[in-house]
C-alpha cells in the first residue's frame, strides 16, 4: 500500500511560480510511474504530466514550456515545478503513483492540494 501526501499549494498571481512536491510512503516508487493531475470547479479531472520509472516525461500541451515534473527515488518524492501560472492552472492538483502488474495496473491518490491563481 502507497500513501501519497502532497504540498506546496497556495495562491499565486499570474504570472508567479509554485513548487508541489508528493511524498511517498509504504513503498519505494522507483517502480512506479508518478504523475500529476488536476480538476478544475466542474471538469473532469485532467493529465498534467507523468514520469515513468525509466525517467521519460510527459507533459500536457498546456503546460509545456512552462511546468516540469521530477522525482527523487532517494526521497521517494515527485515534484511538480510551476512557473508562468495561469488563472486557468487553478485547480486541485493530485498525485498519482501507478504500477503495471502483469495485465492491470495499480494506482495510487494523494488528498490533493489546491493550486490557485490570481489574475
Known amino acids: 500500500q502507497v500513501q501519497l501526501v502532497e504540498s506546496g499549494g497556495g495562491l499565486v498571481q499570474t504570472g508567479g511560480s509554485l513548487r508541489l512536491s508528493c511524498a511517498a510512503s509504504g513503498s519505494s516508487l522507483s517502480s512506479y510511474a508518478m504523475g500529476w493531475y488536476r480538476q478544475a470547479p466542474g471538469k473532469q479531472r485532467e493529465l498534467v504530466a507523468t514520469?515513468?520509472?525509466?525517467?521519460?516525461?510527459n507533459l500536457t500541451d498546456s503546460v509545456k514550456g512552462r511546468f516540469t515534473i521530477s522525482r527523487d527515488n532517494a526521497k521517494n518524492t515527485v515534484y511538480l515545478q510551476m512557473n508562468s501560472l495561469k488563472p486557468e492552472d487553478t485547480a486541485v492538483y493530485y498525485c498519482n503513483a501507478a504500477l503495471r502488474i502483469f495485465r492491470s495496473t495499480v494506482h495510487y491518490w494523494g488528498q490533493g492540494t489546491q493550486v490557485t491563481v490570481s489574475s
Open positions: 514520469v515513468d520509472s525509466g525517467g521519460s516525461i
